[in-house]
Each structure stands twice: as C-alpha cells, then as structure tokens.
C-alpha cells in the first residue's frame, strides 16, 4: 500500500510569501495608487497621535481646536473615515501642526 502524500500549502504567514505577493500587487497601477493614498494618511494618523502624547491632548481638545467634531476626528485617527484635504488641515491646527504636502519624484 502506498501512503498517501500531504501537500503543505503556505498561507502566507511567510514573509517571503508576503513579499512576492505584495511585489506582484504594486505592478498594477490602481493599486500603486491606493497603496500610496493608504501610506499617506496611515502617516498622518501617526504623527497627529505622537503630537497628541507628547502635548498631552485629548481628542476633544484636538476637536475644539480644529472647530469639527470629536467623533468626527475619532473616526479619521482610527483609521475609519477617509477625510477631505480640508479637514486634515484641520486636524494638524489642532495639534498645532500644518499639513504639508510633499511630491516625490
């Protein structure tokens, strides 16, 4: 009797996996795109938190400052609402900051 063979397929819990697959996605242009917009405002998120520790400020104090809602700024620095460049400039007044917009080429 023969014994049956088991092939292992890989997931994608392996970085070199990961890796391949997140080369061969950037090919595409769309999602070039999205990617960068992604990358753009996950960096904002960041750096509006870091000046919030370091000020020591609340979300509703950042909100009052930057005159728009503190559940509306909740749902941008989590990550759950995109915001209009508007808003974001906003945001940066409130943490005393102004948004810069930077081309790369």
């Known amino acids: 009797m023969k014994k049956a063979m088991k ?3 890989n997931i ?7 890796h ?3 080369t061969k996605l950037m090919k595409n242009k769309k ?10 405002m996950f960096n904002f998120i960041e750096k509006v938190k870091a000046e919030m520790v370091k000020k020591h400020l609340t979300y509703y104090a950042v ?3 930057a ?3 503190h559940q509306v700024l909740a749902r941008i620095l989590n990550g759950q609402k995109n915001a209009e460049v508007s808003t974001l400039i ?5 943490v005393g900051a102004k948004l810069g917009l930077d ?3």
Do not use: N, P, S
């Open 31 to 40: 999602a070039q795109e999205a990617y960068e917009a992604e990358d753009a």
């Open 90 to 94: 906003k945001v940066a007044h409130g």
């Open 103 to 105: 081309l790369q080429l």
């Open 20 to 22: 391949r697959l997140f």
């Open 67 to 69: 005159q728009i809602d």
């Open 12 to 18: 994608g819990t392996d970085a070199d996996i990961h």
């Open 63 to 65: 909100a009052k400052k």
């Open 7 to 9: 092939k292992v397929v």
